[in-house]
């Protein structure tokens, strides 16, 4: 199929936008509010930006005018349905976008996100179909999501770096290391065990509860929820999150995924995180995490590497080092407003230089 060629946007206008967040957590804050707020103050020399976003469907047609598009995060209920179909009467030369950051369908029965999406099924595939374009967070959920809607574009995930800060590594020496995951309770069963973490890794984290402080916030698994040497910190908002992870201040932070379908259309939120933060990371040899250099795919490749990383300073900062200067261009939302926008514009056929 024959790509069509974009047109370069050269003369002085403006840009306005309206987005719809799904929710006032992570994945609203990163992909719609913080955005819709830096757009306000980036400057441009042939473009004026003025975005906006809120929760509630504005009925009048003329909340709607002059916008180049209108965006709706992660839409499922029969509601939308209604509200996609009464837009695209209302405002049928304004384009409806959808904008997701999971894959929706084949959620791991494990996450409690997967019962409600189960249920809501047939309404987000039709969605998908009526919508005028997707903007997805990653180029394998691009894949999976191109036999619902053939035109889709990948904007990446950011950190704002006024949030994250820009920090470094340094050398820590505890009497009993500090091992961090940070990931909500979605990554693990409720009432059993299941979820992201095998059975071996968390064999191994009882094992080494003398040796090591585990330190999970948000979420961790079912077996260890109740052990009292367990550091578990409650999940805290996206604003306070990476202070509390500096406050926590661990040496090596670790990422266990579970290989399946689900799992390989996330963002490699956790490597921008870890990086930013001056962590060195452990990661899942899965697809969000490709660009990392410290992996592991077995329960004995994840224990050496941790253990190598744990006594080893020169590794750590070697870990932590290559993983930043891999990623330090594609880190911070400031960094890539033009690629932000861009993202969007190409389901017009058009960019920004």
Request: aromatic residues 14%; charged residues 25%.
């Amino acid at each position: 199929m024959k790509k069509n060629k974009l047109q370069v946007i050269r003369k002085k206008q403006t840009i306005a936008f309206h987005q719809f967040a799904g929710d006032r957590g992570g994945c609203g804050i990163i992909r719609c509010i913080l955005p819709t707020v830096l757009l306000t103050q980036f400057r441009h020399k042939e473009i004026d930006f003025m975005p906006t976003y809120n929760y509630t469907y504005a009925l009048d047609k003329g909340f709607y005018t002059n916008l180049s598009w209108v965006k709706f995060q992660r839409p499922a209920e029969p509601s939308h349905y209604k509200i996609f179909r009464d837009f695209k009467q209302k405002c049928s030369s304004i384009p409806l976008y959808i904008d997701i950051d999971d894959l929706v369908f084949d959620i791991p029965e494990t996450n409690a996100a997967s019962r409600y999406y189960k249920q809501r099924e047939p309404y987000t595939k039709e969605l998908f179909k009526i919508a005028d374009g997707i903007v997805c967070s990653t180029e394998y959920l691009k894949r999976k999501l191109q036999k619902y809607n053939n035109k889709i574009s990948v904007n990446s995930n950011y950190l704002v770096k006024a949030i994250f800060g820009k920090n470094t590594w340094k050398e820590k020496e505890y009497k009993k290391p500090r091992i961090l995951y940070p990931g909500s309770f979605n990554h693990f069963s409720q009432k059993s065990s299941g979820g992201d973490f095998s059975n071996e890794l968390i064999n191994y984290i009882i094992k080494t509860l003398d040796i090591y402080e585990w330190h999970f916030i948000g979420g961790c698994p079912f077996e260890l929820k109740n052990n009292s040497k367990i550091k578990l910190h409650k999940w805290c908002n996206y604003y306070e999150y990476p202070a509390k992870i500096k406050e926590i201040n661990p040496i090596v932070a670790i990422a266990p995924l579970e290989n399946n379908e689900f799992n390989k259309c996330k963002s490699n939120i956790k490597l921008l995180e870890y990086c930013a933060l001056g962590i060195p990371g452990l990661y899942q040899n899965l697809e969000p995490y490709n660009e990392a250099s410290y992996k592991f795919s077995t329960i004995d490749e994840f224990i050496d590497k941790l253990e190598n990383l744990i006594k080893d300073v020169n590794i750590q900062h070697d870990v932590w080092y290559n993983d930043y200067n891999l990623i330090k261009d594609k880190l911070y939302l400031e960094d890539n407003m033009l690629n932000w926008i861009n993202a969007h514009l190409k389901l017009m056929n058009k960019v920004i230089k």
